[in-house]
């Protein structure tokens, strides 16, 4: 997808894997940041290639990993819960699905759920839970799904555009999509800088305000309905930026800034990830 590079935002590294430097540009028209160099596709899986990605893993190795899956557990539930505010149960596709615990979650609340996940890693994971995910969304069937949810996947897609176009494919007309995505005008993103770990470049492709969110699927006849705030993100991506910073996840640090930025985004709504629902009119 190209947007207009009209100004460069800030210059960081890949924290978690290769090391490499990047840009981020920002399309001040959509208030959308830009990673450059985006890696090719042949290039991108390597950056996926660590032990320590968590939402391809089920591990529990570390009292990090630990704490991370508990509160996923209780994400889970929140998750379940939220979508019935805006969708009957139906039929419900889950986009980047990991290992597929929202699935099963889904599942056990009476969705007919179907997943796809690019990792065959994860896949495999998935597999040992009873799921079936599919790589890709080629051969899905049209306007078939009530609900389209994507939790934390759209930052990851080398173009945005297209990926709307295939949901408006595979969403029934009035179907409702779940976009969550990091949100750099939060708090924490202005306090670590360089060293906000939801940047996690080359991974994170694109980086959104609402702004963004609503002008890109509004031009594919999606209409916001609602946005609503991810506040164990906050928590979450201030400890992994306290290890980048730092050199060590300073727990009691990381547990006062994501406090102060909930406090902040309380007035603001710009809380340190947010969760967009939005409804296809046609």
């Known amino acids: 997808m190209n947007i207009n590079q009209d100004k460069h935002f800030i210059t960081l590294l890949d924290h978690s894997v290769s090391k490499e430097s990047f840009s981020l540009f920002l399309d001040e028209n959509l208030a959308l940041l830009a990673t450059v160099p985006q ?26 990993e630990k704490a991370y899956h508990f509160v996923k557990g209780i994400a889970l539930k929140q998750k379940t819960k939220l979508i ?13 699905a990991g290992t597929g615990d929202f699935l099963n979650a889904a599942k056990a609340e009476g969705w007919q759920v179907t997943g796809v996940e690019p990792s065959e890693k994860a896949r495999e994971i998935a597999a040992g839970k009873n799921l079936t995910l599919y790589p890709d969304t080629a051969n899905l069937p049209d306007h078939s799904f009530d609900v389209i949810t994507m939790w934390h996947v759209l930052e990851h897609v080398p173009d945005v555009n297209s990926q709307i176009i295939t949901l408006k494919r595979l969403l029934k007309p009035g179907g409702t999509i779940v976009v969550a995505v990091p949100n750099y005008k939060s708090y924490d993103a202005n306090y670590y800088g360089e060293y906000w770990a939801a940047y996690d470049v080359p991974r994170h492709l694109w980086h959104f305000s609402r702004t963004a969110i609503e002008k890109l699927f509004g031009s594919h ?3 916001l309905k609602d946005v609503l705030p991810m506040k164990f993100d906050a928590f979450y991506v201030a400890l992994l930026s306290e290890k ?9 640090k990381a547990f006062r800034i994501g406090l ?8 603001t709504g710009e809380y340190s990830s947010l969760i967009y629902i939005l409804q296809n009119k046609s």
């Open 39 to 64: 890696p090719s596709a042949d290039q991108l899986p390597k950056y996926y290639e660590s032990d320590d990605y968590i939402s391809h893993t089920d591990g529990k190795r570390t009292l990090f």
């Open 84 to 96: 019935l505010k805006y969708q009957n149960r139906g039929a419900l596709l889950d986009l980047g």
């Open 221 to 223: 006849g999606m209409v």
């Open 244 to 252: 980048y910073q730092a050199g060590k996840m300073n727990y009691f």
């Open 260 to 267: 102060r930025s909930n406090a902040k985004a309380a007035k």
